[in-house]
């Protein structure tokens, strides 16, 4: 198409512009993937439209460097208006007295509160990547890992679950200033009160990486982190179900230990310390499309759906890790707190990689994960990580658990046998049509 210029503006021909149809149908196609696929990768779900909606908006014009009635660009009245909305739902959902919306991601977080409360070469602990933490825990290949000098605690290889007091004796043997909990791949919930009575003793601050179970945190299934750690942090893509994107927070403000002062000589809050690890210390100009996408999803998960959302949620990763276990799998720890399970598929005789790709001929989408003491390479590894955030939304219950482990066994057994796989996926695809992803495409 070619258009006249005549009196149009460069915004209004981009607008009449011929569509990228290029990129849109791979939009579609990747909607169509996720439409008819089975999805269990624990660390995905499916954002609402409205969320979609606001992190497609104009507000993605905007720069806004500082925070709200701090800002280096004018103009920014309205991203005020949206920032502190997103800051007090997610105070409110977590019961957190300070929060910074803006870090980009998980791993953004983690970065900016490494920044403000580190100095290059500073001790940390951490959960072990091979045993379910997360590279920016001080993993070798990340920032967290180059920058500071990292420790490590693990599961216990009898029982797959850490031992809090085995925690406390590396600590004091490490002594580092900084302690990290959370992981990407631990199925237990957490003993804040007893990794803050470890902190205290070795002078360490606590960091509570929430990112996977945020979500039933903050609707109070499982233990609350805000009361004991110094500052926690946290994706909002996963169990929040909201745009992919990170936040910290804080239950409790408090004045800095190392006694930094402001200009004037007043004892920094760790509040300031932290947003200016975030700007300017990590970030440039926060995403304000994607904090107002926050603020919609914090709101929804404010709601009483949203409670009886993570609810079922809690309850499928049960059902689903006991079918597992019932079809003689070995579920680490034998089962699950939260909604995610490692398997160890040794006793199957297969490896991670296997599972993953037998599974993705069958549009079940899993990944393969290393299990603690792990004899293969990450790229192999010898188990596969499963959640159940992304099948609830689409409204699976507790009796769809038991299909979900059979049509997965299914294709392990018969991971070499082409039109077995063929049916599954004819099965999936067809059990998912009665799924559909959004109300406006249901057949209601
Ligand atoms: C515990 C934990 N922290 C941080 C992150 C990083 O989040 P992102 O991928 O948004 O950077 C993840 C992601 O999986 C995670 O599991």
Redesign the pocket.
Known sequence: MVITIGSLNFGQIFSLMQRDTITFDLIKKEEDRQQKGLELIA?ENFTSHQVMEAMGSALTNKYAEGLPGKRYYGGCEVVDEVENLARDRAKELFGASWVNVQPH????A?AAVMLAVLSAGDKMLGFDLSHGG?L?HGSSVNFSGKLYQPSFYGVDKDTGTINWDQVGIIAKKEKPKLIIC???AYSRDWDYKQLREIADEVGALLLS?I??PSGLIARGLLNDPMEYSHIVTT?T?KTLRGP?G?MILMGENFENPWGLTTPKGVIRKMSAILDSGVFPGTQGGPLEHVIAAKAVAFSEALSDEYFHYVLQVQKNGRALARAFMDKDYKVISDGTDNHMMLIDLRSKGLTGKDAESALINADITINKNMVPFDDTSPFVTSGMRIGTAAVTTRGLKENDMAKIASLIDKVLINKTNEQMIIDVKAEVNEWMRSFPLYAETANV
């Open positions: 660390s991601s998980g791993a953004q983690n997360h920016t959370g992981a990407s990486d990112s996977h994706t893509h992919r990170g």
